[in-house]
T-cell receptor, first 114, second 112 residues
Framework: GAGVSQTPSNKVTEKGKYVELRCDPI?????LYWYRQSLGQGPEFLIY????????DSGLPNDRFFAVRPEGSVSTLKIQRTERGDSAVYLC????????????FGQGTRLTVV | GEDVEQSLFLSVREGDSSVINCTYT??????LYWYKQEPGAGLQLLTY?????DMKQDQRLTVLLNKKDKHLSLRIADTQTGDSAIYFC????????????FGTGTRLQVTL
């Protein structure tokens, strides 16, 4: 597609469950970012991929959060043992390269942990 | 570390100009961005400026940068109802970090 695609658009899960959120970046974009946006806040950085490798994962809040990008395209954000505090909109963005000034964002996945 | 601050709310009449303000922490080389977020939608990049510039204009949008005060503003001329949204200022340090640091957003309400 033309833009960054995230699936699902909405996810409701029970506390303690495992979830996976998917991001399809724009074709040819080597840089991929995950952000988390809580209600009433700006997006907060989670992790950045350059190709297949996680170049910066300093924003991941704890070891329950993990992300992969095995073929340098699609990325999956994985959250284990979900907690109610994980409820947020998870945004994915991609750009042509790290220093490229323009990152394109997907519409996000709204995660609700009940 | 990096920090970006914005006022939370702005209300303007249709046809007037809107000015949204942002303050940021300094970096030797930084890009500064303005994003727009409409309800239920992703972030749309409106414009950006490099920290060695003072001003950038793009149609109805004017970005002003005061490096001394670390103050950034976005002016929207002839504000329309379709401009109602949340506007985020964001900072990126090209030296080491790849991430964007966002402010909390300014909700712009355009009234008739």
């Amino acid at each position: 597609g033309a833009g960054v695609s995230q699936t699902p658009s909405n996810k409701v899960t029970e506390k303690g469950k495992y979830v996976e959120l998917r991001c399809d970046p724009i074709s040819g974009h080597t840089a991929l970012y995950w952000y988390r946006q809580s209600l009433g806040q700006g997006p907060e950085f989670l992790i950045y991929f350059q190709g297949t490798g996680a170049a910066d994962d300093s924003g991941l809040p704890n070891d329950r959060f993990f992300a992969v990008r095995p073929e340098g395209s699609v990325s999956t954000l994985k959250i284990q043992r979900t907690e109610r505090g994980d409820s947020a909109v998870y945004l994915c963005a991609s750009s042509l390269e790290q220093l490229n000034t323009e990152a394109f964002f997907g519409q996000g996945t709204r995660l609700t942990v009940v | 570390g990096e920090d970006v601050e914005q006022s939370l709310f702005l209300s303007v009449r249709e046809g007037d100009s809107s000015v949204i303000n942002c303050t940021y922490t300094d970096s030797s080389s930084t890009y500064l961005y303005w994003y727009k977020q409409e309800p239920g939608a992703g972030l749309q990049l409106l414009t950006y400026i490099f920290s060695n510039m003072d001003m950038k204009q793009d149609q109805r949008l004017t970005v002003l940068l005061n490096k001394k005060d670390k103050h950034l503003s976005l002016r929207i001329a002839d504000t329309q109802t379709g401009d109602s949204a949340i506007y985020f200022c964001a900072e990126k340090n090209t030296g080491t970090a790849s991430k964007l640091t966002f402010g909390t957003g300014t909700r712009l309400q355009v009234t008739l």
